[in-house]
């Protein structure tokens, strides 16, 4: 038989960056001699939250989960002997990435490109940031404006970029279901070309070529069919979106052009190698239909449930997709599922039930409105909890986890310390002195110029894309670039969800949560204390908030007091807060590798205060190595991804709390009787 002609592969990419510009530009043009296809930059938390590697907030943050780039000079030696002009580059950026932008086209002109040939994607969708990662830094309505001078410029500058992508991969992670996905997703679109339309930048003529560059960025979970049926309910809600309410009449222009990432969240600690099956049943969903398949594709490693990936691990993800790409036949036919009652069933179903909650989002005004009234943060938080709900009572399995746990010794594990990559801890100080020596080699008075134009920018209604392009050359930083418009416009703290989601987990009379409630009850009489007051606290700047929502609201199912300030806290902010609720025990969480520096210095300010006593809990993905040493330094217990048993971890946080205050203990089964 014959062989078919095969379409082209989709962009393979994998999401990487760490420690300095100079190490991750090599570990790009490695991984391009591999055969990837695109870039997918990731920066680090100071960064993606406009601060400087020398501000108190960035400490133990710099080049841990990402790239830091300070100012042009990073970005040069980022993309060295990586012609742009030719390169498709991904940027996840979002508060920022007006700046980052900036900064990549200068870095372009500078290598003599043509800058309205270069191609890729920033990320840009700062409402997910509210509801799901936390890398936001001013209020909805000046990120809006952020937002719509971008893509104004880019349709005039740099006519086949991508400046935005919005997504809802987070929001998956988040615990948002496929209709809540769809739905929160299509309306932050329409709030974005609201708001573009209505600047007046963009003639009528022109609006196609808005539309046609508006990208999405979309999570793939294991559920592959459900996840397959989802993207073309994806793509018949923007066909119409763009159709009706915009009038967009070239078909080629209201396409759904996606790129995924598949659940990386979902990943697992306990039997990491199961990973792998699983990372292969995502990426078929976003493959496997050719009328919905994804532009862009990166997939995670194995292990990133441990730590962060090594070169190894990536390169283990890149050939998962060059296999299905270049060995299989999947690209050679049709679309599988045309003409599939079961498939078109679901599709219509997830197309109605996500209209309707889009229906819901314009009523309140729009996804701006719905986010600043805290209704979709409510909505997320309350999904995770039923899903999590439905992991610890066994409804929902998850190999390896809470079924199929016996397991032989895994060779990929056998050493933990080495089966991640670690991040120097004296990377640090070497970025930041080599930010100071920027600092004093640029010419300070052009910067400090460029700046004050930024502001007058700001505080006027111009587009501020070109005072921005001026600031990257002029060597100002990126703090110093988002401190300038946080003085005009202010920063956000994004309602955290946890006051307004339902109880997920029944409190009856001999449920586990039942006796949990008992002893957090008892506890607090022989305390003569009332109730007991857990703090939930997030020091530095990791947003993924998803795991310290879930422990806050079932603590408070529990019967705990919780105190829960939010996101991107000091450890002198979550001491005093500490201090001045007379709490009985702070729980700390961190995703972003910052947990070695950040932990000890709360431990400190805390024996320094003289309240020491009160135990400390530390969560987050630690390897085994750092969580003896947290627990050297005074840690009373170290929960990480295997500990899925959210009102186990609140029993063992009494246990701690009786044990700091020599109480002896309880008996479970006596209590629960």
């Not at 990586?82 to 007006?98: D, G, K, Q, V």
Request: hydrophobic share 45%; with cysteine.
């Amino acid at each position: 038989m014959a062989r078919r002609p095969k379409d082209r592969p989709w962009l393979m990419r994998t999401y990487a960056g760490h420690s300095t510009a100079e190490a991750s530009n090599a570990l790009y043009r490695r991984n391009l001699a591999k055969g990837q296809t695109g870039l997918s930059v990731a920066f680090d938390l100071p960064t993606q939250t406009g601060y400087d590697p020398d501000h108190v907030l960035a400490r133990g943050e710099v080049g841990r989960v990402g790239v830091p780039v300070s100012h042009l000079g990073d970005m040069r030696r980022l993309f060295e002997d990586i012609p742009l002009e030719r390169t498709n580059t991904s940027m996840t950026i979002n508060a920022t990435a007006m700046w980052l932008l900036a900064l990549y086209q200068v870095v372009a002109d500078e290598q003599g490109a043509d800058v309205s040939l270069l191609q890729g994607t920033t990320q840009n969708d700062i409402v997910k940031e509210y509801l799901s990662r936390g890398t936001h830094v001013f209020p909805p309505v000046p990120s809006l404006r952020l937002t719509t001078d971008m893509i104004t410029y880019t349709v005039h500058h740099l006519p086949r970029w991508n400046p935005i992508n919005i997504c809802s991969y987070h929001l998956q992670e988040a615990g948002a279901t496929p209709v809540q996905e769809i739905a929160y997703a299509m309306s932050t679109a329409i709030a974005v070309l609201d708001a573009v339309f209505a600047s007046g930048r963009i003639p009528g003529d022109r609006r196609g070529e808005v539309v046609g560059r508006i990208s999405f960025f979309v999570n793939a979970g294991v559920r592959f069919v459900e996840e397959m049926c989802k993207m073309r309910a994806f793509s018949r809600i923007w066909d119409r979106v763009t159709r009706e309410r915009y009038g967009i009449e070239d078909a080629k222009q209201r396409r759904f052009r996606y790129g995924v990432q598949v659940n990386s969240l979902g990943l697992t600690e306990a039997q990491p190698e199961n990973n792998v099956q699983r990372i292969v049943l995502e990426m078929l969903a976003v493959t496997l239909s050719k009328d919905a398949r994804a532009r862009a594709v990166q997939l995670p490693a194995w292990n990133e449930a441990l730590g962060l990936p090594r070169p190894w691990d990536q390169q283990w993800s890149l050939r998962i997709q060059q296999v299905l790409a270049h060995e299989s036949d999947l690209l050679e036919y049709p679309d599988l599922f045309e003409g599939s009652h079961v498939v078109e069933a679901e599709v219509k179903a997830l197309v109605a039930e996500s209209l309707a909650e889009m229906d819901r989002i314009e009523a309140m005004g729009g996804a701006m409105a719905a986010v600043e009234s805290g209704y979709l943060k409510s909505e997320l938080v309350s999904s995770h909890a039923a899903r999590r709900a439905r992991i610890e009572s066994g409804e929902e399995r998850i190999v390896g986890v809470n079924c199929y746990e016996s397991t032989e010794p895994s060779p990929l594990t056998a050493d933990l310390d080495t089966a991640i990559m670690t991040v120097d801890p004296a990377n640090e100080a070497r970025v930041v002195a080599a930010l100071d020596a920027w600092r004093a080699a640029r010419d300070e008075e052009r910067a400090t110029a460029s700046v004050a134009a930024l502001v007058t920018a700001a505080e006027g209604t111009g587009n501020l894309m070109e005072a921005t392009v001026a600031c990257a050359r002029a060597g100002v930083t990126t703090g110093e670039w988002a401190q300038a418009l946080r003085g005009v416009f202010g920063e956000f703290r994004a309602p955290t969800g946890v006051g307004g989601a339902p109880v997920a987990v029944s409190a009856e009379s001999g449920t586990p949560l039942a006796a949990v409630r008992d002893r957090v009850t008892r506890t607090a009489v022989e305390l003569g204390s009332g109730r007991l007051r857990l703090l939930v606290g997030k020091p530095g700047l990791d947003g993924h908030s998803n795991g310290a929502e879930q422990i806050a609201v079932r603590a408070r199912d529990a019967g705990f007091e919780v105190v829960y300030q939010g996101i991107r806290l000091t450890p002198e902010q979550i001491v005093d807060a500490a201090l001045a609720e007379d709490v009985h025990c702070v729980g700390l969480s961190i995703l972003s590798g910052s947990h070695a520096a950040l932990v000890p210095d709360v431990l400190v300010r805390l024996r320094q205060a003289g309240a020491g006593e009160i135990p400390v809990v530390v969560g987050g993905i630690i390897p085994g190595a750092d969580a003896a040493a947290l627990r050297e330094a005074g840690v009373a217990a170290v929960f990480t991804p295997k500990d899925f048993g959210i009102t186990e971890i609140i029993g063992r946080i009494v246990d701690e709390i009786r044990t700091a205050n020599k109480l002896g203990p309880l008996d479970p089964l006596e209590v629960s009787a």
